[in-house]
């Protein structure tokens, strides 16, 4: 099973500052890293898929980058809606994983 | 209108069972991986199973294996969960998703807890 390890654990910002998150995978999963944004209460959101697409609706102040086992969610600068928390996921190899997450909150 | 909506969350008995099924609309459900993700109260989020758009492969995480089946009725488009010796650590919220890329809808979640 790939393990998805994702740091910091939580970040905390500003309002209009850049939130920058690390997924690192135990082994290559090549570009099928996905990253969703989830708040209380609802169900996650997808932001980015194949590592650097962004999802149809999604701002462009989210953008994803990495390959391989190295990966970067960016928010260039927080808007107070962002404030969740965020998720990796590999559909590289079975099972599918998701990182613990990373949670963004205001400083 | 992409919808998914489940049902059948329950509280049920250690050992027992319980079918979770979705209930897809505004989209060609034949078309699309499917699958079932679940986070357990204040946890982080776990995939369950996946399913191959005509459902001749289906995958788990090694922790329902033998216990869970995942299946899908494209004439109806619906999935479905069969849950068999349930545990409580199955105690989640399970949501349904539709998984071409990456999960791009989801449902509102059910809720499953285990317990006696």
């Excluded at chain 1, 149809?56 to 260039?76: C, K, V, Y």
């Excluded at chain 1, 998720?87 to 205001?106: A, D, H, K, L, M």
């Amino acid at each position: 099973e790939i393990v998805l390890t994702q740091s910091p654990a939580t970040l905390s910002l500003s309002p209009g500052e850049r939130a920058t998150l690390s997924c690192r995978a135990s082994q290559s999963v090549s570009a099928y890293l996905a990253w969703y944004q989830q708040k209380p209460g609802q169900a996650p959101r997808l932001l980015i898929y194949d590592a650097s697409n962004r999802e149809t609706g999604i701002p462009a102040r989210f953008s994803g980058s990495g390959s391989g086992t190295d990966f970067t969610l960016t928010i260039s600068s927080l808007e107070p809606e962002d404030f969740a928390v965020y998720y990796c996921q590999q559909r590289s190899n079975w099972p599918w994983t998701f990182g613990q997450g990373t949670r963004v909150e205001i400083k | 209108e992409v919808q998914l909506v489940e049902s059948g969350g329950a509280l049920v008995q250690p050992g027992g069972s319980l079918r979770l099924s979705c209930a897809a609309s505004g989209f060609t459900f034949s078309a699309d991986w499917m699958g079932w993700v679940r986070q357990a109260p204040g946890k982080g989020l776990e995939w369950v199973a996946t399913i191959k758009p005509d459902g001749s492969n289906e995958y788990y995480v090694d922790s329902v294996k033998g216990r869970f089946t995942i299946s899908r009725d494209n004439a109806k488009s619906s999935l479905h969960l069969q849950m068999n010796g349930l545990r409580a650590g199955d105690t989640a919220v399970y949501y349904c998703a539709r998984c071409p890329r990456g999960v791009d809808y989801w449902g509102q979640g059910t809720l499953v807890t285990v317990s006696s």
